[in-house]
């Protein structure tokens, strides 16, 4: 079965700093696209950030800047680094992994994120 297991969520004050990580396994890792996206409460999920089996990058344009997406295929793990946060990126992220073969989404549970202003 595939599995995708987040970590690294938690509460941190504005300006502050947090890493997700994800860590999947059942899945031919290397050649998968994947992400983040995250929902608020009331809100419809959003693309935080994406990258590619060839390490191409893609950010919703409120993260540009503050987030960095990257990807470690020896250890099947995927991060997202968030810096400067903000009290609106306050929601529940969740790791994402596309596979082309067959095409279908995976997703993570969740992490909450939380940031105090």
């Known amino acids: 079965q595939v599995r995708l297991v987040e970590s690294g969520g938690g509460l941190v004050q504005a300006g502050g700093s947090l890493r997700l990580s994800c860590a999947a396994s059942?899945?031919?890792?290397?050649?998968?696209?994947m992400g983040w996206y995250r929902q608020a409460p009331g809100e419809q999920r959003e693309l935080v950030a994406l990258?590619?089996?060839?390490?191409?990058?893609n950010y919703a344009d409120s993260v540009k800047g503050r987030f960095t997406i990257s990807r470690d295929n020896a250890k099947n793990t995927q991060y997202l680094q968030m810096n400067s946060l903000k009290p609106e990126d306050t929601a529940v992220y969740y790791c994402n992994v596309k596979d082309p073969w067959p095409k279908v989404d995976y997703w993570g549970r969740g992490t909450q994120v939380t940031v105090s202003s």
């Open positions: 990258v590619t089996s060839g390490g191409v990058t």
């Open positions: 059942g899945i031919i890792f290397r050649r998968c696209t």
